[in-house]
Every structure is written in structure tokens, then in C-alpha cells.
């Protein structure tokens, strides 16, 4: 069957692919719906291999490249599948926990579970998907596209959600060797769980050089130093090379 008997109109197929271009490839039902695809076209493009099911709801557009975190992308499209990706905020939902340490590539926890923070309530009937309930406030930044948490928000999620210490420590080290936080914006939010590690309560600098103490960092005198005398008026979140923003 040719492409055309596929598609009958162009018209039918390129707003969902200016849609999938800016968004890893893929495109949600509600999406095409509301760029004017009609369900049987929409139906017709499933069936005969155009368009791949990722997640429920969720699709790629086959021949665009594959991108890296492909399934994490569509569980967070699926969160507002009616709005493109460019369009939503945290408020939608942001990456966290374990799934936002994968998209930056910091520490060693497995990420099978695709793990979002939103600040209201929503529920998820899949598996794979762990949803928090928790504010954002400014602990957010775009990250490849989507809003992901900040690595010393990560931290902190992290000991809250009983993770290993050493676990988390890796994903400090991580993000300092890395250039992605500053040490003092970790100590900060170290601070509430000092006192459960036996340190002084609010101590975040003792919690801080404990962890980097714990994994034997060789640097961990100079991230002190730099968490002893923190930076003034500068973002505590320097901006990494392959951070992307749309360019919608």
C-alpha cells in the first residue's frame, strides 16, 4: 500500500509531524485530534506502520530517530496528552527521584519506574509509573525538553524516599563533578535530614561532607570549600551543554 492510500492529504500528516519534531518523535491521540486528524485517518496511519504505539495514547512517528529516555518522554506526555510538550510547565508534572538522576546522567540507581513530582494529586493506573505529590516551587529547570528537578532537589527526594546513602551520595558527586549544581545548594537542601544521619539538626554542611566522605571522594575538600563560601547572585544551576530548549 503506498503512502498516499496511508495518508490521503498532507494536510492530515504534517501538523502531527511538526508536532513529533519537537517532541522526541512522538505525538499523543488527543495531540492529533486537536490538529485536526480525524480518527479514522489517525486509525488508518496506526494500522498500516506510520505511526508506532509507545504508551497508551502515546505514538511515534516511524523514521524519526530514537531518542534516548523514548518511554520516560511518553509517560510525561501522557500526564497532559492534550497539550504539547512546548506548551507545558512543572505544573503538568516535572521528572524526579530516581528518573530525573537518569536523565542527567548522575549516579548508578536504576530508573525501571518512570517517576514524576506534580503538585496536585493525580492517579496512574500503570506500574512503571510512580507519581509524588510534593511542591516545586523554584527546584525546577528544563532539561532536553521536559522539566526535570534540580540535582540538590534530587537529593533530597532521594533521602526522603529512604534511598541508600551511598546512592545518593554518587548522584552528589555526580552532579558537582558535573558542573549541574553548586556544593552550597546542596548542603541547603541536605539540611532537614541531618539529624536522622546523627549530625546536627539543619547541619546540612555536616551531612554533606559526610556523604562526600562516604564514597571516598578525592575532591571532597574542595566542594567543601566551595560549600563553606558560596557563590552570590549567580544561578545556582549553571547551564550544561546538552540542556535543550524548545524552539517553540
Do not use: C, K
Not at 26 to 49: F, P
Request: proline share 7%; aromatic share 6%; charged share 20%.
Amino acid at each position: 500500500m503506498s503512502y498516499f492510500e496511508v495518508v490521503p492529504q498532507a494536510a492530515s500528516f504534517t501538523p502531527l509531524a511538526e508536532i513529533a519534531q519537537d517532541q522526541w518523535g512522538l505525538v499523543t491521540r488527543q495531540q492529533a485530534y486537536r490538529a485536526g486528524t480525524a480518527r479514522a485517518t489517525l486509525t488508518r496511519m496506526i494500522s498500516h506502520g506510520v505511526l508506532e504505539r509507545i504508551a497508551s495514547g502515546v505514538y511515534r512517528l516511524v523514521g524519526a530517530p530514537v531518542s534516548d529516555h523514548l518511554e520516560l518522554h511518553a509517560a510525561w506526555l501522557q500526564l497532559a496528552p492534550e497539550l504539547v510538550a512546548w506548551q507545558r510547565s512543572a505544573s503538568q508534572g516535572a521528572v524526579s527521584h530516581r528518573s530525573a538522576a537518569s536523565l542527567y546522567g548522575i549516579g548508578d540507581l536504576p530508573a525501571d519506574v518512570h517517576e514524576f513530582t506534580l503538585p496536585i494529586r493525580r492517579q496512574t493506573r500503570r506500574r512503571d509509573v510512580r507519581l509524588h505529590v510534593h511542591s516545586l516551587d523554584d527546584d525546577v529547570v528544563e532539561l532536553r525538553g521536559v522539566p526535570v528537578t534540580r540535582p540538590s532537589r534530587i537529593a533530597s527526594d532521594l533521602l526522603h524516599a529512604h534511598e541508600e546513602p551511598a546512592a545518593v551520595a554518587q548522584v552528589i558527586v555526580g552532579a558537582t563533578q558535573m558542573a549541574y549544581e553548586r556544593p552550597d545548594a546542596f548542603a541547603d537542601a541536605l539540611a532537614p535530614h541531618a539529624a536522622r544521619f546523627g549530625l546536627p539538626r539543619s547541619d546540612g554542611l555536616a551531612l554533606l561532607h559526610w556523604m562526600y566522605d562516604l564514597i571516598g571522594d578525592p575532591e571532597s575538600d574542595h566542594w567543601m570549600n566551595q560549600a563553606s563560601a558560596p557563590a552570590s547572585g549567580s544561578d545556582p544551576l549553571p547551564a550544561p551543554a546538552n540542556r535543550h530548549t524548545s524552539s517553540r
